[in-house]
């Protein structure tokens, strides 16, 4: 270790820090260790490394100031579901959802790949804090990584350095995050959990959710598992303030599994017929939540930065984050155009002459594959965000007046679905479906069960997760109202029955209309729906008819349906809560199945 470099660790005063960095040293042994500041000339030296030894391709600086591309490893490209791994005392912890290892042999398997592993090259040491600095839900981690890529986008994702260190103290609470990308090799990847110990440990992949640990890891893995031991939430969720024109603002919180629109809604812009009508993003992917001394619930936003699925996005679908990202942003997998802009398939206009794919291959608009990668990525500051609302940095939160579960299926779930009441919106949530996308490893486009989307995500046996929900219900005396929305159901012919993106906002204003309770809906044996002429379709290009099929319930969808969610529950086993048992026989007899 260089004397400089010891110097700024001498400035670290906690102690359980301290001595963890050097645990984690004599096992690896790094040449050098940098502990991270967060300051802004440590992101400019960090950005001119990054750039030399190409893990960083500038972009061009008169169209995207401050832009970068970087390519993955091409067999490093999304979250591997089956090399993440849950490691408690017992299976039953763990659940039948997740991947299960014992503690003791994991650390000692891991212990020796990792033996070395940095020999020759420099271990970063990241602090940082989830959530606004002085909030009662925010926490500290601190992720050891060898990645200059994970630096830099932990500087983007979270409020990362001296912030964190100060919020530390000298507590030894904080989330233990070793990261080692090792020779980036699919038979030597495994990102492993160890909630007892609030601790993760990731290598063999420098792809985002397996190697930001503060992400997908801490913010929602181990953070469920706290949550439940501590009376909070850690969901899968965005968070929005809907601004009506007399200036009420609702607040709503919306679990959708990956790659499912979550940065979309956050971010959406209203149809010129919705005037005076303001969507303002607090959080596009996480909220951690608690009941507040009102008896409603709050939430945060734990991380400060976005990483959002690139193609789809344009001008038509999110003016907001084309804005956000002309400026300061990571572009993870997208493809390069010659002029050193970026582009992705959907981004709403053809590739010019001269574009390298994701791989830096020439590309040609009739070459067979993508040039963008499916999921490809961005990771850009929720300041640059220019409809981030106000209360994203309050310590206070959002009190939360409605939540939405949202999958992506073509048929059987209506536009909108309002849950009869907390425990029916936790049978919903439970049991909702969704086809796969690209943002895990896989086929894409079979419908899975993904409770709450948090399939990939809870730390935990689902079934004692459902049991926290409706404990949480118990103990709200205001708790949210509970909504089913499916932005993706599709006609016979196979186009899409509704249009999505801003026009979401007839959704929402429906939805808000609901808490308000002036909106009328119809009793179906699932849910309410909105009565007919209650949802506003005013200069909307779609037929009444496609509305009407749009929010349809068909019994025979419904019965097989309502199948899926018995093997679910049958699945899940004995944790399984009565109610939802009970929940699934009245919605058999309303049926009449
Ligand atoms: C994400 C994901 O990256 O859910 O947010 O995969
Ligand atoms: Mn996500």
Redesign the pocket.
Known sequence: MTASLSRQAAVVENKALKEWVADVARLTRPAQIVWCDGSEEENRRLLAQAVSSQVLIPLNHKKRPGCYLHRSHPNDVA?TEGATYICTPTKQEAGPTNNWADPAQTYAKLSKWLEGSMAGRTMYVVPYLMGPVGSPLARVGVEVTDSLYVVLSMRIMTRMGAVALEALGNSADFNRGLHCTLDCDPQRRLICHFPQDNTVWSVGSDY??NALLS??CFALRIASYLARRESWMAE?MLIVGVESPDGQVTYIAGAFP??CGKTNLAMLTPPPTFKGWKVRTVGE?IAWMRVGADGRLWAINPESGY?GVAPGTSWRSNPNAMKMLERDTLFTNVALTPDGDVWWEGIGQDAPEGTLDWQGRPWKRTSSGKAAHPNSRFTTPMYNNPVLSPKADDPEGVPISAILFGGRRATTVPLVLEAFDWEHGVYLGATMGSETTA??TGAVGVIRRDPMAMLPFCGYNMGDYFAHWLAMGKRMKHPPKVFMVNWFRKAPDGSFLWPGYGENMRVLEWIISRINGTAKASETPVGFVPADGALRLDDLDIGPENFKQAVSIDPSDWKEEIEEHEKLLRRLGKTVPQELWRQLERLKAAFHF
């Open positions: 979250r985002g959710g992400k997908k899968h990956s790659a992917d990483f943002a895990a």
